[in-house]
């Protein structure tokens, strides 16, 4: 034993002595990449060169932070930083305002041009100037673009499973920066605010609303937050309010920033139903408790709410409701007050248009301590017996509902 620690020349350790591993030399870039980058500088960048991170973007497009830190990866902080770093680069990413994120529009190239091909670069080199290749120059040809690039998903030309996932996360991503932002410079949640996140939001064909379906359509854009009522009966949390948090509290901050001076303080609401582009047909709501908050979002001309406030009689048709005794409620950028049980419809409209409607849900005491916590949590009120008598008397002033201006924010 002796004489083969002598014929290597090592020499013989003590009792109780560890053997010490050698200093490990850092890779290159890795010292670099460990010191924590700058925030980055918008919340919406164009894609002038390749960043080099597997990321399959698509040059001269488009995308939000939120994307853009999605696709390079949650999990490695490594790889978060390194992409911080290159989007301060203003030769591969151009800041932009997020308003140009959701409203561009699908992006032509010449077909005619070879596809070109991500360069791939060890981690750590630098790219030469001479493999960086750009995208075709835009012409009027259909759209076409290189098999592994991945436009932006909040551009509205899918709405795959996985696509509306996606945006879902990156619209949830917005909100939080936009609460991030309002609170830092200390403003209110502003209507633009609410309108990009609506854009970005990816909607869920709902066949479950049949009722409020316009003649010939058998599904609608859209989507409950906060308590719902499941078809076995219980009382929870809807899953995209699980899911997106920051998107509900988005909402729910924006109503309580904006909240008009007529309106009781505590009006009750625990759920929020959320639409894109539909006139909902003439119905009546089944099992809301108390009167209904309604607003609207977007470029439209139309799409006045059409109600009837001395509806009563549910055993009567509402096909046979007379225009006549019905009134005309203006929700864009108003808040409108009615009662969802009585028979109301959406006129036609032109353009876009979302609606956002604050009710309460049916049996929302059954609602478990977990499901409260989390309503809490995302901004909404608990629900008294006396907040909603107090909400049922809007609807004696009058015709039976209101409609006013929001309060400004400052």
């Known amino acids: 034993s002796s004489q083969a620690e002598g014929s290597t020349g090592a020499m013989p350790r003590k009792k109780g002595a560890t053997k010490s591993s050698p200093t490990k030399k850092p890779a290159a870039g890795d010292e670099a990449r460990a010191t924590k980058a700058l925030p980055p500088l918008a919340l919406a960048f164009k894609v002038l060169q390749y960043p080099h991170l597997s990321m399959m973007l698509d040059l001269g497009r488009v995308y939000t932070l939120a994307e853009l830190e999605m696709r390079c990866g949650s999990r490695d902080p490594r790889r978060r930083n390194l992409l911080h770093r290159k989007l301060r680069d203003t030769e591969i ?98 209507n633009e605010d609410v309108l990009l996140v609506l854009r970005a939001w990816g909607f869920h064909r709902n066949s479950l609303r049949k009722n409020v379906a316009p003649e010939g359509q058998d599904w609608v854009w859209s989507d409950t937050l906060g308590l719902v009522r499941t078809l076995t009966g219980t009382t929870c949390v809807s899953a995209p309010s699980r899911a997106h948090p920051a998107f509900t509290r988005l909402l729910v901050r924006w109503l309580t920033e904006h909240w008009p001076s007529w309106l ?41 709410l059409r109600y009837w406030p001395g509806d009563r009689n549910r055993s009567q048709k509402v096909n046979t409701l007379k225009n006549t005794d019905s009134v005309l409620l203006d929700v864009k950028a108003k808040l409108a007050v009615f009662d969802g049980n009585r028979a109301h419809e ?65």
């Open 93 to 190: 990413f151009k800041p932009v305002s997020l308003q140009s994120a959701v409203n561009e529009p699908p992006k032509v190239v010449d077909p005619e041009e070879p596809e070109p091909e991500e360069p791939v670069v060890p981690e750590g080199q630098a790219v030469p100037k001479g493999q960086v290749r750009k995208r075709p120059a835009v012409s009027e040809c259909p759209v076409e673009r290189p098999k592994w690039a991945r436009p932006p998903a909040i551009c509205p030309d899918e709405d795959s499973k996985e696509v509306i996932c996606r945006r879902r996360r990156i619209a949830n991503s917005m909100a939080a920066s936009l609460m991030k932002q309002a609170s830092e410079r200390g403003v209110a949640v502003s």
């Open 264 to 304: 009781p303080k505590d009006f009750p609401f625990t759920s929020i139903s959320v639409n894109k582009d539909y006139a909902a047909k003439r119905h009546r709501d089944k099992s809301n408790v108390g009167p209904s908050l309604l607003t609207a979002f977007g470029e439209f001309t139309g799409g006045r």
């Open 346 to 410: 959406v006129c036609p409209f032109k353009g876009e248009r979302y609606s956002l409607v604050f009710f309460t849900v049916g049996k929302h005491a059954q609602a478990g301590e977990e499901d409260r916590k989390m309503l809490e949590a995302q901004g909404f009120r608990p629900i008294r017996v006396a907040s909603v008598h107090r909400a049922r008397a809007l609807l004696h002033v009058g015709r039976g509902a209101r409609c006013g201006q929001l309060q400004e924010s400052e």
